[in-house]
Antibody, heavy 121, light 108 residues
Framework: EVQLVESGGGLVQPGGSLRLSCAAS????????MSWVRQAPGKGLEWVAN????????YYVDSVKGRFTISRDNAKNSLYLQMNSLRAEDTAVYYC??????????????WGQGTLVTVSS | SYVLTQPPSVSVAPGKTARITCGGN??????VHWYQQKPGQAPVLVIY???DRPSGIPERFSGSNSGNTATLTISRVEAGDEADYYC???????????FGGGTKLTVL
């Protein structure tokens, strides 16, 4: 059974940093792109970042470029999101998701339960 | 960047058919995926590559995609289908994943 378990969320002041983790199990982690998707309170889903199987390619939504860094450790079956210079608008539930890509498209076939990040003074 | 437009809400009586649209420029040339999200829960993939269903998703869920509109159709709607639904595509020009704004399905 595929499982994705996020951790590391919490309350942080504006300008602060936080590192999210996602522990994966039930599938060959190193064979899949992985992603972070967030959802602000009462709002819709927003893709945040993707990382290729070997970490050689990474993509970010414009609003987090230069502030957030996605990474992975295939030996530990873990995905990470380092978030720096946090802003109030980064407040959201952050989901770890497995990305299933083909040559023409990609989707998120499994999701974790999410971890809440609150940026507030 | 590529924009996907969904109606904020759709209402349907039990047993009837719900249709949720997702508009985008020439979206018919892209593959569209749909997610269901119930309150307090993570999203669940219900339709992928326009019209395929993951295992465990009822046949009542179907999808189509042509021109500038993709559609998620839920037949014989049940109270348990009440949820938010999101469409999603991969924008190849930017290598970004894009979500629609979401549609709240209300079962009357």
């Amino acid at each position: 059974e595929v499982q994705l378990v996020e951790s590391g969320g919490g309350l942080v002041q504006p300008g602060g940093s936080l590192r999210l983790s996602c522990a994966a199990s039930g599938f060959t982690f190193s064979s899949y792109w992985m992603s972070w998707v967030r959802q602000a309170p009462g709002k819709g889903l927003e893709w945040v970042a993707n990382i290729k199987q070997d970490g050689s390619e990474k993509y970010y939504v414009d609003s987090v470029k230069g502030r957030f860094t996605i990474s992975r450790d295939n030996a530990k079956n873990s995905l990470y999101l380092q978030m720096n210079s946090l802003r109030a608008e980064d407040t959201a539930v952050y989901y770890c998701a497995r990305a299933e890509y083909s040559s023409s498209s990609g989707n998120f076939d499994y999701w974790g339960q999410g971890t809440l990040v609150t940026v507030s003074s | 960047s590529y924009v996907l437009t969904q109606p904020p809400s759709v209402s349907v009586a039990p047993g009837k058919t719900a249709r949720i649209t997702c508009g985008g420029n020439n979206i018919g040339s892209k593959s569209v995926h749909w997610y269901q999200q119930k309150p307090g829960q993570a999203p669940v993939l219900v339709i992928y590559y326009d019209s395929d269903r993951p295992s465990g998703i009822p046949e009542r869920f179907s999808g189509s995609n042509s021109g500038n509109t993709a559609t998620l159709t839920i037949s014989r709607v049940e109270a348990g289908d009440e949820a938010d639904y999101y469409c999603q595509v991969w924008d190849s020009s930017s290598d970004h994943m894009v979500f629609g704004g979401g549609t709240k399905l209300t079962v009357l």
